[in-house]
């Protein structure tokens, strides 16, 4: 159960900034108001006002029209229509939050129709949970589009008009009649901002508002990704499902892949010493009365193959399942196969009781292979494998003090089996700078038999 590693372990950029990073001179607090970020979600939180009396008008005619006329047969396919807009704006809204949000949700599960026709189609849309939760979010997204429009206005229009106050305070006693904003006032007494000290003050609370305004927008904003992710992508149920279709397609192609290893690793190894075994045996036999020194030459030759057969075939049935693994479970299984490291290795494995067969096995494999990764790749002096059990989980872990560098994005190796792993629900995390040392933990469920 070998995996090649050789593309898995690597090294960062000598700065140690990933590609792609920028890094800015500014704070992020006084970057914010400028940043395109910040004005993609104003013109977000401007648009939802007219985006959500829109929606909320038309969710509700349509839904209470197909109501109301539920006592007759029109009421059907009004709500199925309504309802169907609903989800297209479903679909609009996904569009925009990824556009000025930066937000991608998966589409929801489609319609599931069975047969074909109006009625069916009609029946499909009225059943769907994802028309429901669309009709939900054009109902509840109308409130707080006027509450966050309103935060977002008030907060942006204050910043900048109290910032912006020393150019243009000279209007008011020259068009206002007044001296400056006028903070007090009543019959006897007026309070202007109108000298420098007051004028400095204004425009630094001016320049606070509009610091903060970037981050609220994103506290507003927050609420609406969760509106969004939450009503108007796949639900829970769905998402399970494609996960664990993903993880079956995963699943497959490692039976499959592992099939054709052992195949090709019996035809090309015993399968092929068997084969020159009986064709020596055949020669020696008839060696045997015409030159019997020649014959028994070529049966010590014969037997020698028969010990290589038999080791390969050891070898190839150790990757299949240890037999250790079966007997004596994963402490003594991963001692043995930590024995055959190039380099020493502590193993240590605490666990109350044995997992699952299939559990034990995939653990097995998971150390098998990273330990196989250390003495090809990692140039490590020593290592450690630590098995311990927390809540329902199996934790792995497997350290070295190698070069370093290793990392699961490069589409082999690590990546491989995080795939594996992912499909048991198990996870794969690496932690491995440069320069080592390498610390690989894997998360398995724990299933008793």
């Known amino acids: 159960m070998a995996t090649d590693y050789g593309q898995s372990y690597g090294h960062d950029s000598e700065l140690g900034f990933p590609e792609g990073v920028r890094r800015h001179r500014l704070p992020a607090g006084l970057r914010a108001p400028f940043e395109a970020r910040s004005w993609r979600e104003l013109t977000y939180v401007l648009l939802g006002l007219p985006i959500g009396v829109l929606m909320f008008v038309y969710a509700v005619t349509m839904v209470s029209l197909g109501m109301g006329l539920l006592v007759t047969f029109l009421g059907i396919p009004v709500l199925a229509a309504g309802l169907a807009g609903c989800r297209g704006v479903g679909a609009l809204e996904r569009a925009r939050a990824r556009v000025l949000l930066g937000l991608d949700v998966a589409d929801p599960e ?35 589009s006027v509450f966050s429009f309103a935060v977002a206005v008030n907060f942006f229009a204050l910043g900048w008009t109290l910032m912006t106050y020393p150019l243009w305070f000279w209007l008011f006693p020259l068009y206002g009649g007044q001296d400056g904003i006028q903070l007090y006032g009543d019959e006897s007494h007026h309070v202007y901002l109108d000298n420098p000290f007051e004028i400095t003050v204004t425009a630094l609370v001016g320049l606070l508002i509009t610091l903060a305004t970037p981050w609220i927008l994103r506290a507003l904003t927050m609420v609406d990704r969760m509106l969004v992710h939450g009503l108007l992508g796949p639900s829970r149920l769905s998402a399970r499902v494609v996960e664990l279709e993903s993880d079956r397609g995963v699943v497959v192609d490692t039976a499959a892949a592992d099939l054709r290893r052992i195949e090709r690793d019996l035809h090309d190894g015993a399968q092929a010493r068997l084969v020159a075994l009986a064709m020596d045996l055949g020669l020696a036999k008839e060696k045997l009365t015409e030159d019997p020194q020649e014959a028994a030459r070529m049966v010590g030759d014969a037997h020698g193959e028969v010990k290589t057969a038999l080791q390969e075939l050891r070898d190839l049935a150790r990757g299949i399942h240890p037999a250790v693994l079966t007997d004596r479970g994963l402490d003594a299984a991963l001692s043995s196969v930590a024995s055959r490291c190039t380099v020493p290795v502590q193993v240590e494995v605490d666990l109350p ?51 370093g560098g290793a990392d699961t994005s490069t589409g082999s190796g690590l990546a491989g089996l995080a795939e594996r792993l992912d499909a048991v629900d198990g996870i794969l995390v690496v932690d491995s700078p440069a320069g080592g040392p390498t610390r690989i933990t894997a998360e398995l469920p724990w299933r008793t038999v």
Do not use: C
């Not at 069916?120 to 028309?131: D, E, P, R, Y």
């Not at 939760?133 to 997204?141: A, H, I, M």
């Open 110 to 144: 489609p319609l599931r129709i069975r047969k074909r026709g109006a009625l069916a189609w009609m029946g499909a849309v009225l059943k769907s949970g994802t028309s429901w939760r669309s009709v939900l979010y054009t109902l509840l997204y109308l409130p707080w």
């Open 353 to 403: 009781a044995r997992p699952a067969p299939a559990i034990e096995g995939i653990a097995y494999f998971t150390v098998s292979e990273l330990l196989q990764n250390i003495s090809k790749h990692a140039r490590a002096t020593w290592a450690s494998v630590d098995v311990w059990r927390v809540e329902n989980r199996l934790m792995l872990q497997v350290v070295d003090d190698g070069v």
